[in-house]
């Protein structure tokens, strides 16, 4: 059966969303919305991570709960998505009773299992990561992503038996079974799990240290490690194991979306708690890249965080979706600034598809043209191979999460209809040929609404307003000048 599940990171909660957190989701949101068009059913699974010692510390440095401040930071990440237009089937907390008492039964499962055992573990530790990290990964003794010093911990722990799945993982990603992509993100695990042991994975924290976190059913000392409570959301998300029709329906996850920061983690743990759990693995691991504003890394102390929400507000939410899916080849680094955000508004959006549609409806309405969509194409039969070549190409990269190539054929088409009005000159026709004037007139009226079609997964609102114009004949600016 045809399905499409998809799910982001679920967001750690220790701050509100920026726009390295909105890109994954609105690469999701384009994946949902094409694949709800063609007419799979589809499940798109987002949420929040809430649990672990940097949210205690944070909010104990307020003077808050931990579940206090998460309730607060939950409610900017649930408006921010909703301003950005962000169509998810179920927004998960990990703090949801419901998915708190599923870990405890998984956890008791494993353990009743002889997965998880009694031990003692150390390693270095990063806080800021929540992870512990081997030698390899750091620069000068500090994590690179957090540019702070690693403690050395060494405390009793439940272990859970990673290493033995080692070669099982190893094997399924080399030959694709759980494919990774881009390539080099699937070289880069490869090589790590060749050059490094696994090491059975630390899964709880003295209750002591680590309040903040689902109490382990068979040792209430001691909380759950946070990673884990992370990952079993994708299983939860979709009312596992209760809700057994849905999670038939859509398991398991066609693609899973996140940053390059938390893809070891993916490629480990993660399926080694599904293969405990005898749960087939994802199909598609999608590793996007960072994001960087004018150049710099994004930082609290820089005072340089892009709000996507606020970016959003002022030029509209479809204007951030395409600046971020066109700029930035998804898996890729990117750069974000104003001065390129705006151009791409004024230039793209504005003097490309807005003067088009615009300039099409006024001459439509000032000719008195009578719309027909039999009345295709005006355009030689080459240009019209190519307009059909080209729109299935489209299709093929959204599947293959090439976002940036379809809007470049989009813009492409829109400055190629452009042009042809400049060149066949549609206000002289009107002197003294009405018919080829009408049947060009609504080769570029069809024409628009195949582009509003097309738009539609990408920039919905966009694509909603060009169809209403389309079908009242009432021009509207649809990116007005900014200001």
């Known amino acids: 059966m045809k399905k499409f599940y998809v799910t982001t990171p679920i967001y750690y909660v220790n701050d509100k969303p920026h726009i390295g957190t909105a890109y994954p989701m609105i690469a999701a949101d384009v994946l949902a919305r094409y694949y709800r068009k063609k007419g799979y059913p589809v499940f798109f699974l987002t949420g929040t991570d809430e649990h672990g010692l940097k949210i205690q510390q944070t909010a104990e440095d307020l003077g808050k709960t931990p579940k206090d401040f998460c309730n607060e930071v939950v409610k900017k990440f649930e408006k921010s998505w909703k301003i950005l237009n962000i169509s998810y089937d179920n927004f998960i907390r990990t703090s949801d009773p419901e998915h708190e008492q599923t870990v405890k039964e998984i956890l008791q499962s494993l353990y009743e299992e002889n997965f998880i055992y009694e031990g003692k573990y150390e390693g270095l530790y990063c806080v800021g990561c929540e992870q512990f990290k081997t030698k390899t990964d750091l620069v000068e003794g500090k994590c690179p992503e957090h540019n702070c010093e690693v403690e050395t911990r060494k405390e009793k722990a439940w272990l859970f038996r990673m290493s033995k799945f080692q070669k099982d993982i190893l094997k399924k990603i ?246 042809k009005i400049d060149e066949i000159k549609p206000w002289e026709l009107a002197k003294n040929d009405k018919v080829e004037l009408g049947k060009f007139l609504n080769a570029i009226y069809s024409i628009l609404v195949d582009i509003a079609e097309l738009l539609e997964p990408f920039m919905p609102d966009t694509s909603e307003k060009m169809k209403k114009q389309l079908k009242s004949l009432k021009p509207k600016p649809l990116f007005p000048k900014l200001k």
């Open 174 to 419: 080399k030959n694709d079974e759980f494919k990774i992509e881009p390539e080099s993100r699937k070289n880069e695990i490869v090589s790590f799990l060749e050059k490094e042991k696994l090491q059975d994975l630390a899964v709880s924290r003295p209750k002591e240290q680590v309040y903040w976190g689902i109490e382990l059913p068979f040792d209430k000392t001691q909380t759950t490690y946070v990673w884990v409570d992370a990952f079993l959301n994708y299983l939860t998300g979709l009312g596992w194991p209760k809700k057994k029709d849905k999670y038939q329906k859509y398991w398991p996850p066609d693609v899973q979306l996140m940053g390059k920061d938390i893809l070891r983690v993916h490629a480990t743990i993660w399926p080694s708690l599904l293969m405990s759990l005898w749960e087939r693995l994802p199909s598609k691991l999608f590793i996007s890249g960072f994001i960087t504003a004018d150049g710099q890394k994004m930082g609290k102390s820089l005072g340089n965080i892009v709000d996507p929400a606020k970016i959003a507000r002022k030029y509209g939410a479809d204007t951030l979706r395409y600046f971020l899916l066109r700029e930035i080849p998804f898996g890729k680094d990117g750069d974000f600034s104003i001065k390129k955000l705006e151009e791409r508004y004024n230039d793209d959006l504005g003097n490309d598809l807005g003067n088009l549609l615009q300039r099409t409806l006024v001459m439509i309405n000032k000719y008195g043209i009578q719309i027909s969509r039999q009345e295709r194409p005006f355009f030689d039969k080459k240009e019209g191979q190519m307009i059909m070549t080209q729109k299935e190409e489209a299709d093929k990269n959204i599947e293959s999460l090439n976002f940036q190539k379809p809007l470049i054929f989009i813009w492409d088409f829109t400055r190629f209809c452009n042009r």
